[in-house]
């Protein structure tokens, strides 16, 4: 099961990460924040690194190797609405996606974006604004990569983490005694294990209301960054980060596909949402690659991927909130994933009649 976002059973699992870390890291002669074994800056960079190797290791080790390679551009492909068969196969999917969130006791928003029709086919509270919890990182990370390629922000530098950044929730951060690192690694930790602290950096690096300007010429006015991860005052005050799952759907989309960035930047994000653990991942074959970032908060949970299907990528949002159970919420955005994966990968092999060729 995944837990993110500063949930009491994944905080304990990231303690425990963090402990691992920080015991093999001594036993391998690393310094610490007493000065013991040395080092000059460059010494406790490379120290830091370690950590991080290993924390990422511990978090990610099922997905990192699937993430090593970087598929080519993909080139936009041309719009054809459904036909009649495809859309009678699209009308039963709809009918069983239906019946999964009959038996959820929450309330449950989905959209899928389909590239190769040219709009959502599939889609349920598409327009409803909801909680994003750490589906709003998509969001940072795109702005600081159209920061990045346009030279107004180096993301290189080594940098010190202040300890006033530091928040608790999620993430390893937290747990290291003097992280020195660059602002591309921080971003590494903010996506594959989802750290508040490395979020809550790249958000004063960036600026959050060039984030919301970003947002905003990408066409999604119902999403906005409202606050910085871990805000429990703001949060208590009903101040929350809110997207649509149409809107979620196609951030991700734009952030796989490089709208607005270099190819060197939009292969970077890809590979580290290629890193990135969620239902969404498990509820498709191991051989298909999935460009993922998942939230959790309590009472809600959310998942925005892309999943690269041969023939027929696609991207799709799963929104839930007010749950009665957040274990049945991670279970309904696998089953609904699991459910629109089968329909798509028949779309892609079967053309336009639906004949599969050898």
């Known amino acids: ?8 059973d994944h905080l304990a699992e990231t303690e425990k990460m963090a402990h691992r870390t920080l015991r093999v890291t001594q036993c391998v002669g690393v310094s610490d924040r007493s000065g013991r074994g040395g080092g000059n800056l460059q010494d406790r960079y490379l120290s ?22 970087t598929s080519p551009r993909a080139a936009p ?23 999964i969130v009959a038996h959820t006791d929450g309330v449950v928003g989905y959209a899928v974006y389909d590239p190769t029709s040219g709009g959502v086919p599939l889609a349920r509270l598409e327009r409803g604004i909801f909680p994003t919890a750490s589906t709003i990182k998509l969001a940072v990370l795109d702005e600081m990569f159209r920061q990045y390629d346009a030279g107004m922000l180096d993301i290189d530098a080594v940098r010190t983490v202040p300890k006033e950044a530091i928040v608790a929730g999620s ?3 937290q747990h290291l ?15 594959i294990v989802s750290d508040n602290t490395a979020t809550n950096i790249i958000i004063d690096a960036l600026g959050m209301e060039k984030i919301n300007a970003r947002i905003a010429a990408l066409e999604m006015p119902d999403t906005r960054l409202r606050r910085k991860m871990n805000d429990m005052v703001s949060a208590r005050r009903g101040v929350e980060n809110v997207a649509t799952p149409r809107d979620l759907a196609m951030l991700v989309y734009k952030l796989w596909n490089g709208e607005g960035l ?7 994000a890809r590979r580290m949402l290629y890193a990135v653990p969620g239902r969404m991942r498990t509820a498709v074959p191991a051989d298909v690659r999935v460009a993922l970032k998942t939230g959790e908060n309590q009472g809600v949970r ?3 991927a892309v999943v690269e ?8 949002a799963v929104m839930t909130t007010y749950l009665a159970s957040d274990a049945r919420g991670s279970d309904v955005i696998e089953a609904i994933a699991g459910e629109v994966y089968r329909t798509m990968a028949r779309l892609g092999s079967g053309g336009e009649y639906g004949r599969k060729l050898p």
């Open 77 to 99: 492909p041309s719009s054809t609405p459904p036909n009649a068969l495809q859309q009678e196969l699209l009308g039963r999917l709809r009918t069983r996606l239906d019946s």
């Open 302 to 304: 959310a998942e925005a």
């Open 309 to 316: 299907v041969p023939g027929r990528p696609y991207a799709i």
């Open 171 to 173: 993430g390893v951060l």
């Open 1 to 8: 099961m995944i837990r993110e976002a500063g949930s009491p």
């Open 262 to 268: 270099t190819g060197a930047s939009r292969d970077a």
């Open 177 to 191: 005694t003097a992280p020195q690192m660059p602002l591309r690694d921080i971003a590494t930790l903010m996506m």
């Open 48 to 69: 830091i690194m370690t950590r991080l190797l290993l924390a990422l290791a511990l978090a990610a080790a099922p997905t990192i190797v699937a993430a090593q390679t």
